[in-house]
């Protein structure tokens, strides 16, 4: 069985201030992918970025990097300076290729308000 | 990567009746899925989509309520049967590429019932 943890439920900073997103995954799979989504308000879901399980290395891009560390089965996700268009639902998911088959199953979701 | 058509973008429906949600993919895949978002809530996957095939539906969700069609590679629909308020929530299709693992999401159908 495969799971995603997102504990927060709700985050409010102030714009220009760093957040971080955490998610917690579980997964018997030695070979999964990660995944994260932002859900604007229009309801969209906006592909952020793909991680394979053989793949440590962190990800920049631009204002939003990726931390994956196999060894605490976590995946965040950090936006610096936050700017009011940030704020949306944020889901992580996860696809293990073993009992799971092919389906996503998504976290809770993180709901990020960036305030002006 | 794919991308996808779904509509209507939203519907208002009256208790009882029944609406059909189209995804249209611009290339041939596998694999597709329907997903259920109720308000507040995270994705719930529904079922997923073979071409040629019956459908394969999670625990919880049963085919006389959410019948689904796949009849090529481009194309399905997701019927939600005999409504109740309940069932408000947005539905987004979702198609996996085999060549890179990743999944592409339609832009959701917020669906309504009074």
């Known amino acids: 069985a495969q799971k995603v943890t997102q504990a927060q439920t709700e985050i409010s900073v102030v714009e220009k201030e760093d957040v971080t997103l955490d998610c917690v995954y579980e997964t018997r799979d030695t070979t999964y992918y990660l995944f994260w989504y932002k859900q604007p308000p229009s309801g969209e879901l906006v592909f952020l970025i793909r991680r394979n399980s053989f793949d440590e290395q962190n990800e920049i891009s631009g204002r939003y990097s990726w931390n994956f560390q196999k060894s605490t089965s976590s995946f965040n996700f950090t936006i610096t300076a936050s700017q009011v268009v940030d704020s949306a639902v944020y889901f992580c998911?996860?696809?293990?290729?073993?009992?799971?088959?092919?389906?996503?199953?998504f976290g809770g979701g993180t709901r990020l308000m960036v305030k002006p | 990567s794919a991308v996808i058509s779904q509509k209507p973008s939203r519907d208002i429906c009256q208790r009882g009746t029944s609406l059909t949600i189209q995804c249209q993919v611009d290339?041939?895949?596998?694999?597709m899925f329907w997903y259920r978002q109720q308000p507040g809530q995270s994705l719930t996957l529904i079922a997923t989509a073979n071409q040629g095939s019956e459908a394969t539906y999670e625990s919880g969700f049963v085919i006389d309520k959410f019948p689904i069609s796949r009849p090529n590679l481009t194309f399905s629909t997701l019927t939600v049967s005999n409504m109740s308020p309940e069932d408000s929530s947005i539905y987004l299709c979702?198609?996996?590429?085999?060549?890179?693992?990743?999944?592409?999401f339609g832009s959701g159908t917020r669906l309504t019932v009074v």
């Open positions: 979702s198609v996996r590429q085999a060549s890179n693992y990743g999944y592409t």
């Open positions: 998911a996860l696809n293990s290729l073993g009992d799971a088959g092919n389906m996503l199953t």
């Open positions: 290339s041939q895949v596998t694999m």
